[in-house]
């Protein structure tokens, strides 16, 4: 959520921020709700100090014989006034507040406007596998080594899910466990979250209410969807919601945190050719990383957080690219986001496999998540940053297509065997 006070006091400067992203907004109605509801709060004000002005002196009159009826009235008048004005506060302040949640976040100064087509490559890994054969793709290969099942995961649950099977399955297990100990040896603390979350971690997460169609709701109120439960779509919206509502110590910061969930996403819309196999689905699997960080060392967590996706990427000897996100192509919450995007031969196109972003205080304004400052002694909002580490849906089929042999098998990535019993080839 926005600061209210950077509206208030430069609404141009933050209209000019959001329409790199799009979103073009007019304050006008927001700062005049703002400057009634503090005009009404004067007067309450006052209205008070009246009330217990008066008040005190009703003792006083009535020992010195004087009539107190006429002021009872005048008092009673004044609390009806009081509570009018109460609820009109009330009023203007749901409405100042479901405005400014509307709103995504402002994005980084250096990013430039627009959407994809303004994306910038910042560095390219290794190089295009070259074939001297035949290369096939990664639906076939899985099929024909028994990996995937892609026809029973249709039949069990429709178009958009798929089985792992023997090896595959194993394959899965093996990326999770490499993630999971990468992790570990970094110093992140392993987080097993709830599948099924509240509204509040939803909002708390930048993610409702704009997207709340968008996830698998269960037992969904018909009245009230901010009273039911859905899957997680990912990670992130558990892991930047475990401190809402808390003071954290600056001595606590950063908090590194990782989880291994999988994802639940509807995915509206048509599935194109290129998207078939695992590429895009309503389940996968994920590990993400979350950071909480002082505002002073944001920008440090993110680059760490890059060049943990990387280096996850490199050590298993895929040919990848590093993009920086054009303002328009981040998601509504974040203010800056890099994409890992690997390459799929088959495709002939990169895919992303990895989304590291910062939130800036974005969120933690949202769910209300601070730290004190060790200096002046008051709170203020922590920043939240977010990366996959990694989604496997596509960094399989990458394995798959990169590692092909003539001969239709598969070599096994080398950090990967060690979780395989040593198993070098797929066949």
Known sequence: MLDINLIRNN??????????KGCVVDFAELLAWDGER?????EVEQKKARRNSVSAQ???IKKEGGDVAPIFEEMRALGEQIAAD???IGELADKIFDFVAAL???????????????NVVVKVFGEKPQFDFAAQNHVDLCTKLGLIDYERGVKLAGNGYWLYRGKGAQLEWALLNYFVQEHLADGYEMILPPHMLGYNCGFGAGQFPKFADEVYWIKEPEDDKKKGHFMLPTAETALVNMYAGEILDEAQLPLKFFAYTPCYRKEAGTYRAEERGMIRGHQFNKVEMVQYAHPDHSAEAFEELVGKACRLMEKLGLHFRLSKLAAGDCSASMARTYDIEVWIPSMGIYKEVSSVSNANDYQARRNNTKYRDSKTGRPAF???LNGSGLATSRVLPAI???YQNADGSVTVPEVLRPFLGGLEVLR
């Open 400 to 402: 798959i297509e990169q």
């Open 11 to 20: 609404p141009q400067k933050v209209a000019d921020a959001l329409a790199k």
């Open 86 to 88: 109460d609820k009109a």
């Open 58 to 60: 009703i003792p006083r």
């Open 38 to 42: 503090r005009a009404k709060m004067t």
């Open 382 to 384: 922590v920043h939240t």
């Open 104 to 118: 995504p976040n402002m994005p980084d100064d250096d990013l430039l406007p627009g959407e994809k087509e303004n």
